[in-house]
């Protein structure tokens, strides 16, 4: 009987690694995993915003989590992936691309598992940590990515959305990036 509760209790985290740290998250926040594709660049964007990507006609901005950590920009390699997550900001589900150096595999944990965040020496702004991992002898940081893309992200999509609309009613082209990665191909004229 006690089996069964441990295997309910059980949850399920996609680790990754970046910048030499290793990372995950709560495989529901995953949407899916894709192979890192040249980014659009986006003026007057938050540092640790790589650009945008146009995934399905949608707009998505691609966080390099190197940078919103405080570490260098990442290196892009032949494992750079962009795992596309679905968090909360101000309430609303946002989709957002994150950089990560490689996806390692999917991992489950009990909360026999998982222990409290170290108040220093991670690199990772405490507030952004839920726990540490054990995955055999070593931890992995688990997330909050809710946390980790609040501030800045949010007002990014917000401006995001305002440009296109600016621009919509004022008949000029939008921000570069942006409704140009959304739009998709063009439509023949009359």
């Not at 995934?55 to 691609?62: A, E, F, I, Q, Y």
């Not at 490689?102 to 170290?118: F, M, Q, W, Y």
């Not at 220093?120 to 002898?137: A, C, H, Q, S």
């Not at 939008?174 to 439509?187: E, T, V």
Request: include cysteine; aromatic fraction near 4%; proline fraction near 6%.
């Amino acid at each position: 009987m006690g089996s069964a509760n441990e295997v309910a209790e059980r949850e399920q985290h996609l680790a990754f690694s970046v910048a030499g740290g290793d990372y995950a998250l709560g495989i529901l926040n995953v949407k899916e995993i894709l192979q890192y594709e040249e980014v659009t660049k986006v003026p007057s964007t938050p540092r640790s915003i790589r650009g945008v990507i146009n995934l399905r006609g949608s707009v998505v901005p691609v966080v390099d989590l190197a940078v919103k950590f405080g570490l260098p920009e990442a290196s892009v390699t032949k494992r750079t992936c962009i795992l596309v997550v679905e968090v909360d900001l101000g309430g609303a589900p946002t989709v957002m691309g994150l950089m990560a150096d490689a996806v390692s595999e999917v991992i489950e944990l009990g909360s026999d598992d998982v222990e409290e965040p170290p108040s220093f020496g991670t690199g990772v702004k405490v507030d952004y940590i839920v726990g540490m991992g054990k995955v055999g002898r070593k931890f992995v940081l688990l997330l909050d990515i809710d946390k980790v893309l609040a501030a800045e992200e949010d007002a990014l999509v917000r401006a995001a959305l305002q440009d296109e609309i600016r621009c919509d009613v004022a008949g000029d082209e939008p921000a570069a990036g942006f409704a140009g990665a959304a739009a998709g191909p063009a439509a023949p004229g009359p």
